[in-house]
């Protein structure tokens, strides 16, 4: 379920995220909760959070999360590259279900769990201290801001060649109301007139 395939005539969707970012983390749900109630080819892709804001003015708390997403993403970036896309929709949700889901921050023990739970080689674990994956991480992340305009992020949807940023979800829709958000979703994108709709977030988040 988590390769979400389906048949040619399955609408394409492709999901940028940040393994650290927990917006994407709930968006990422929600779409695999649409590719169980219907046939989308869903696929993930790299938008590096670290990368977007290397040279931007933050608070420091923000900086500090920043700097240890370079590692998550870095690892990401180098699974897809070395073993594929399909690599990627393994170790992604690996990935974000102990950061997100429980909690667990401590990248050390998070990333080689995480790798094992997908499969791939341990040794990936050592991208998350090199730059070596950085030219593709930051060539993803650029794709994504073409697409949808550099003052945006994470999350970064595609469906079919119709991009947007978000949806911003705090909770993920389960059911039909997944559908609807889909469905409302992708038709706001298409209106070339329609650039944003926004409302004060509410307090915490749920992964639930």
């Known amino acids: 379920m988590e390769d979400a395939l389906a048949d040619a005539s399955s609408p394409t969707v492709t999901a ?41 003015e933050l608070e420091p708390w923000y900086r500090e999360f920043n700097d240890r997403a370079w590692g998550p993403a870095r690892v990401c970036a180098a699974a897809a590259a070395h073993h594929g896309s399909a690599a990627l929709t393994r170790l992604y949700p690996a990935l974000g279900r102990r950061i997100h889901d429980e909690g667990d921050k401590n990248l050390d023990t998070v990333v ?66 997944a559908l609807r958000v889909f469905d409302g979703a992708r038709l706001l994108a298409t209106c070339g007139a329609f650039s944003e709709l926004k409302r004060t977030r509410a307090e915490g988040l749920s992964f639930a």
């Open 16 to 56: 940028y995220v940040d393994p650290s970012c927990p917006f994407a983390w709930i968006t990422s749900r929600w779409l695999l909760e649409v590719a169980r109630l219907r046939p989308i080819a869903l696929r993930f892709e790299v938008m590096s959070l670290a990368v977007i804001n290397e040279h931007r």
């Open 112 to 177: 080689p769990a995480a790798l094992a739970e997908a499969g791939l080689p341990l040794d990936l674990a050592d991208a998350a201290h090199h730059g070596d994956v950085d030219p593709l991480m930051r060539a993803s992340t650029a794709r994504a801001q073409e697409l949808v305009g550099e003052d945006l992020g994470t999350p970064t949807v595609v469906v079919d060649d119709v991009a947007f940023f978000g949806p911003v979800l705090t909770s993920i829709p389960r059911g039909d109301e």
